[in-house]
């Protein structure tokens, strides 16, 4: 079946617009992920996604980035105010299930610029 | 704090050559340990992972892994490279009945033919 789909691929914008990422995950998949990957960095999360559970939201570098996931499927992440330095490459991720090892299926990201 | 750290960030091999990347973890629990690829212009897709039982796990493409726990480590392996195994590495660790999954920074393996 499909992957998870990430839109759009570019996205290129001026300091202090609001930009918002789209994430359509896996059929199926309850939990879902969003990573940021900085040039030279690792993966760093973001945010969690569980079925109905509240979001665990602890990795969100500032006010300014929210997330919501509708019907349990798509997710948005929303970056208001951008500033350069939240130039990268924003990656979804999800799951089967919860906290019991499967594997994450990645998108294939939404690569930010802020000019 | 949890962290994964992959020793090598630029490795250079021509085609035939050994291939190890190490990655080491500081944990204390019991961990999932995983290894990413990202082939470029390619989305991460998993290469091989470790849950539980014999510590060598075998992936795609003739990569394989050996956990060794006493040393929080998960080095990835392969006899043979080939010029299409050029890609960025990740390692990825997720300590068992959590969510949470902490990546290194990543090795970019050149292979030249």
């Known amino acids: 079946g499909a992957g998870v789909s990430q839109s759009p691929s570019n996205k290129v914008t001026e300091k202090g617009k609001d930009v918002e990422l789209r994430c359509d995950p896996i059929?199926?998949?309850?939990?879902l992920y969003w990573y940021r990957q900085s040039l030279g960095q690792g993966l760093e999360f973001l945010i969690y996604f569980q079925g109905n559970s509240a979001p665990d939201k602890s990795g969100l570098p500032s006010d300014r980035f929210s997330a919501e996931r509708t019907g349990g499927s798509v997710s948005t992440l929303t970056i208001q105010r951008t500033q350069q330095e939240d130039s990268a490459v924003y990656l979804c991720a999800s799951i089967r299930s919860g906290p019991s090892g499967e594997t994450q299926y990645f998108g294939p990201g939404t690569r930010l610029l802020v000019l | 704090a949890q962290s994964v750290s992959q020793h090598n960030h630029h490795v250079i091999l021509s085609e035939a050559a050994s291939l190890e990347l190490g990655c080491n973890y500081s944990y204390g629990g019991t961990v999932n340990l995983f290894w990413y690829v990202q082939y470029p212009g390619q989305h991460l897709q998993l290469l091989l992972k470790y849950f539980s039982g014999d510590p060598l796990v075998k992936g795609i493409k003739g990569f394989e892994a050996e956990f060794i726990k006493s040393k929080f480590s998960f080095n990835l392996r392969k006899p043979s490279v080939q010029w299409s195994d050029t890609a960025e590495y990740f390692c990825?660790?997720?300590?068992?009945?959590?969510?949470?999954?902490?990546f290194g920074t990543g090795t970019r393996l050149k292979v030249l033919a």
């Open positions: 059929s199926g998949h309850t939990a």
């Open positions: 990825a660790v997720n300590p068992t009945g959590t969510y949470k999954y902490i």
